[in-house]
């Protein structure tokens, strides 16, 4: 099963993708799923949600987080008490991971490779601890941030993710989560990730608009 693991919306307020535009067209390429991961709010993404109940996709719902030290993807959060912080950014990376994992949820450095100014991670990825996998393919990413995530995911023995990032329709599934088993809920996906059985990649069912 394939899950784009990385999806905004206008929900983001950085873009004006419709969730409907980005529901019919993850359907349309034959994702069985998505994660819609909009920047700082879990509650952000219900009306998404409720839309691909309508129309018979799965779609789980993550947030990003933007710390100190690059882009961080929480998975498992009911709501958007998980900051304590009153910020929306900057918000210190080891106190996030251990504020998400204390609430249930896993934590997945969002493309750590690539250079957003000074807050990123880099080679730092290397030294954090308590996250569940690494984003290694990041359909906004140049081949060669995505190498290098695949190479330091391998070297830390994590699972690898794959999402597209998307903020505009021809970007939905550049890159996905191969799942060795169908997931219903994020409990399933938690776990998945949890064992190792998925892999991020191209989705190979990806074609420009």
């Given amino acids: 099963m394939w899950i784009d693991c990385h999806c905004h919306t206008r929900h983001s307020n950085d873009n004006y993708l419709e969730p409907q535009a980005l529901v019919r067209r993850a359907k349309a390429l034959g994702l069985g799923g998505i994660v819609v991961t909009e920047h700082h709010s879990v509650e952000a993404s219900e009306p998404v949600e409720q839309i691909g109940r309508e129309e018979g996709l799965l779609v789980l719902r993550g947030v990003e987080i933007s710390t100190d030290r690059g882009h961080l993807l929480a998975f498992g959060l009911a709501d958007d008490g998980w900051n304590v912080w009153g910020r929306n950014h900057y918000i210190p990376l080891a106190e996030a991971i251990e504020r998400v994992n204390g609430l249930g949820g896993i934590c997945v450095p969002a493309h750590p490779f690539r250079e957003v100014g000074v807050a990123s991670l880099l080679e730092g990825?290397?030294?954090?601890?308590?996250i569940a996998a690494v984003e290694t393919h990041n359909g906004g990413n140049v081949h060669s941030d995505n190498e290098l995530a695949l190479q330091a995911a391998?070297?830390?023995?994590?699972?690898?993710l794959g999402g597209s990032d998307c903020h505009k329709e021809e970007a939905i599934g550049r890159c996905a989560?191969?799942?060795?088993?169908?997931?219903?809920?994020?409990?399933?996906?938690?776990?998945?990730?949890?064992?190792?059985?998925?892999?991020?990649?191209?989705?190979?069912?990806?074609?420009p608009t």
């Fill in 154 to 160: 391998a070297c830390m023995e994590l699972p690898a």
């Fill in 177 to 207: 989560t191969e799942f060795a088993a169908d997931i219903a809920d994020m409990a399933d996906f938690i776990a998945a990730v949890k064992r190792g059985d998925c892999r991020g990649a191209y989705y190979p069912g990806y074609r």
């Fill in 125 to 130: 990825l290397l030294d954090v601890t308590g």
